[in-house]
């Protein structure tokens, strides 16, 4: 394949837009061959062609002082650059840019861990430091903090909060949990958030706003700067931790279980967010689906009932936990048995009864915050299994969750793939994650998937639901989905881009915002 | 209650220091192939993947099902033997994974092959350079239940160095079942 080069750019000015950076960065961290190099920075789960996504080069920067000057170099070219921290969000498009030629600007080589506060439980990272990298730091230094990583745990926290992902401590909502942040915005200026702009400030990581207008999420799931540093608050080690799981039997359950939980959840009788997961997503950590099922179309019910029984699965499983002093959790678990006992067929598990199973043991571990890769084993159900998740938001709500489940599990069935997902409580919301999984060696079935994803956006668009994050193809698709008022959060959006970045070079149409230049021809 | 679990066997230079993790057994030796030290990873749950291991004389395995315990000794051996290679017969998942944290690294694959196994017949399909990959599947076909071994015997053989790759399937009966395994190799791209 020939390798593209950035939009409106010729050999010669790529050339010598590598070369500049080469003095900046030293040699060895600019990639540009595209066999021994590149490789790294593709989205092997893409739906579409290889090439679509795929850079002209990736630099890597150690310091900001180097961000500034190879943001210097881009807006003399006027090329786009990507920005990934680890790269790693597999399912939402990984290290690829949004369009061919982008230069990947790879900021893997800022993993500092600048501070770490016991006392007030916080850390303070750059971007290139990965869950596994802060949780081996503590361990190292006996510090007794959580970290609360995504699953699996190969990401970067700066990466994962500015994409809004979500983790399964109390301390799940990392958006939340971030505390002020460092960012070079297109023309090299650098920008202190929150506390750390005052003088000689001693409490960046621990009050988020300061004075003025609170600005960190604009540098969240957008590209109007690279952020270079974040405050993130750790959760203080508790005395207890009890985790559990309940089976269900029933499909209708989960509008039972959805319900009974919202109340628990909101009062904080359960502390961190609960997970309802689907026999498949359990099962698959433990079997594949050759091993029951070998036609071709979604599994038969007969099937999925076998796979159960012989699992201890629930056609709905539910993980939780509880934390805190012992007589607390006791009582918290009292009323979580007597709210959720009243299911019938509900078995309740612990560590006692369920150690051994891989599905319980890696919950059990993303439940305080222990980092690992276990639920890669997904990908196992079918051979050489690829993803992409379709994640809208609703109500912790019962109905709703039965409604986006039926939705779902009719349109996957109608495209021929399993209904595997899972259903997420946050504070008052709900994420649902259906994992639409596709063999990546098979160009038919990549295509079924893309068209599956693509209706789906529609479908849950008509029925009120929009979704929080997504991969690089349905970015625009979902951008126009927000559109109340004639699209004014995107005409927002756009005004601040322009104003920011007017070259256009940061990350041009990540999550459908796109500098005046592209604007339209995406 | 539960049938499957990723296992893995990792085998490095016995003089390497290896900080066990809490409930890790960490087999260690050395295997040697044409001046390059050799990192081996396999799945403990597949008889085909220990039969691969085992030819390759590593007598020690570890057995665990999450791959992320083994960043640890993929990270130290890519620091200790920079021009060493990589190997397994893995799942899917587990190869995905390393393959990634390989490239990052500089490393890239040079050989892999899908082992799949449905009615008692498993099919090899093998992405090597245009002039190896039926050479490679039909050997793998004809050495039947003993394919792994002979992968084995060759592993160090089949790198490639063009990424344009043939695919070609063979197969042959097996007493095993509903398997799906992939073989592969990494190294380094100074070796290439």
Redesign the interface.
Same mark, same amino acid.
């Given at each position: 394949m020939t390798k593209p080069l950035p939009p409106g750019i010729s050999l010669e000015q790529f050339n010598s837009a590598i070369s500049e950076m080469e003095k900046v960065v030293g040699k060895a961290f600019v990639f540009i061959?595209d $066999? *021994?190099?590149l490789?790294?920075y593709r989205d #092997?789960y893409n739906t579409t062609n290889d090439a679509d996504f795929a850079p002209s080069a990736a630099v890597a920067p150690h310091n900001v002082e180097q961000i500034q000057k190879i943001l210097a170099i881009v807006n003399q070219y006027k090329i786009p650059v990507w920005t990934i921290s680890t790269g790693?969000n597999f399912a939402y498009g990984g290290p690829a840019p949004r369009k061919p030629g982008y230069i990947v600007l790879d900021l893997?080589l800022m993993n500092r861990i600048l501070e770490v506060n016991e006392k007030h439980g916080y850390a303070i990272v750059e971007p290139g430091v990965s869950y %596994?990298d802060l949780y081996n730091y503590l361990q190292e230094k006996g510090i007794k903090l959580w970290i609360d990583c995504a699953a #699996?745990?190969?990401g970067g926290i700066v990466g994962n909060t500015s994409d809004h992902g979500a983790g399964y401590t109390p301390y799940g909502d990392h958006l939340l949990m971030q505390c002020g942040m460092q960012v070079v915005l297109a023309d090299g200026t650098v920008v202190e958030t929150g506390m750390d702009t005052t003088s000689n400030s001693k409490t960046g990581g621990l009050y988020k706003y300061g004075q003025g207008a609170g600005i960190d999420g604009l540098f969240t799931q957008s590209n109007f700067g690279v952020i270079t540093r974040m405050g993130i608050w750790l959760m203080p080690e508790p005395p207890g931790y009890t985790p559990f799981m309940i089976t269900l039997e029933n499909e209708q359950d989960l509008e039972t279980v959805t319900d009974l939980t919202l109340p628990l959840r909101l009062n904080q009788v359960i502390h961190n967010a609960p997970m309802t997961a689907d026999l498949l997503w359990e099962a698959a950590m433990? $079997?594949?689906r050759?091993?029951y099922y070998?036609g071709t179309g979604p599994m038969p019910e007969s099937h999925r009932k076998k796979m159960a029984k012989d699992?201890?699965l629930g056609i709905w499983n539910y993980y939780a936990a509880v934390y805190g002093p012992e007589p607390m959790m006791k009582n918290n678990m009292e009323l979580i048995q007597d709210a959720f006992g009243s299911i019938p067929g509900a078995k309740f598990y612990f560590d006692e009864t369920r150690k &051994?199973? +891989?599905g319980w043991? %890696?919950r059990v571990k993303l439940m305080k915050g222990e +980092? *690992?890769?276990?639920e890669?084993?997904?990908? *196992?159900w079918i &051979?050489?299994?690829g993803h992409i998740n379709f994640s809208p938001i609703s109500a912790a709500d019962g109905k709703d969750a039965m409604k986006q489940y039926k939705m779902i599990e009719k349109r996957a069935h109608e495209y021929g793939f399993d209904y595997i997902g899972e259903f997420l409580i946050g504070w008052r919301d709900q994420h649902h994650i259906f994992m639409l999984m596709f063999n990546r060696m098979s160009e038919e079935e990549k295509k079924r998937a893309h068209d599956l994803f693509a209706i789906l956006v529609d479908d849950a668009a008509a029925m009120g639901y929009g979704e929080y994050r997504t991969h690089l193809s349905f970015m625009d698709q979902i951008a126009n989905t927000y559109s109340w008022n004639n699209n004014s959060l995107w005409d927002a959006h756009h005004a601040i881009k322009d104003e920011l970045d007017p070259n256009g070079v940061l990350s041009p149409g990540k999550m459908g915002i796109w500098p005046k230049n592209l604007r339209g021809k995406a | 209650m539960l049938t499957r679990r990723t296992f893995i066997k990792s085998s490095l230079a016995t003089n390497l220091a290896i900080a066990a993790q809490p409930g890790l057994a960490l087999g260690l030796s050395q295997y040697a192939q044409e001046d390059h030290s050799l990192l081996i990873f396999s799945d403990e749950t597949s008889a085909q993947a220990q039969q691969f291991a085992g030819q390759l004389n590593t007598p020690h395995s570890n057995i665990e099902k999450d791959v992320g315990l083994h960043f640890d000794t993929f990270n130290r051996f890519h620091r200790e033997q920079p021009t060493g290679w990589i190997t397994g017969l893995t799942r899917d998942s587990d190869f995905f994974i390393l393959e990634q944290m390989a490239a990052t690294k500089g490393y890239r694959t040079v050989f892999s092959a899908i082992h799949e196994t449905n009615n008692n017949t498993v099919t090899h399909q093998v992405s090597s350079s245009v002039d190896k990959a039926h050479l490679i599947a039909d050997s793998l076909a004809q050495s039947l239940e003993n394919w792994p071994s002979w992968l084995a015997n060759n592993i160090t053989s089949l790198a490639h160095h063009e990424l344009a790759t043939a695919q070609a399937n063979s197969q042959a009966g097996s007493s095993t079942n509903n398997e799906y395994l992939v073989s592969w190799l990494l190294i380094p791209s100074t070796s290439a």
């Open positions: 061959d $066999v *021994n190099e490789r790294s #092997p790693k893997k %596994y #699996p745990a190969w433990s $079997v594949s050759r091993e070998t699992l201890h &051994g199973d +891989p043991d %890696y +980092p *690992n890769m276990t890669f084993s997904l990908l *196992n &051979g050489g299994g | -």
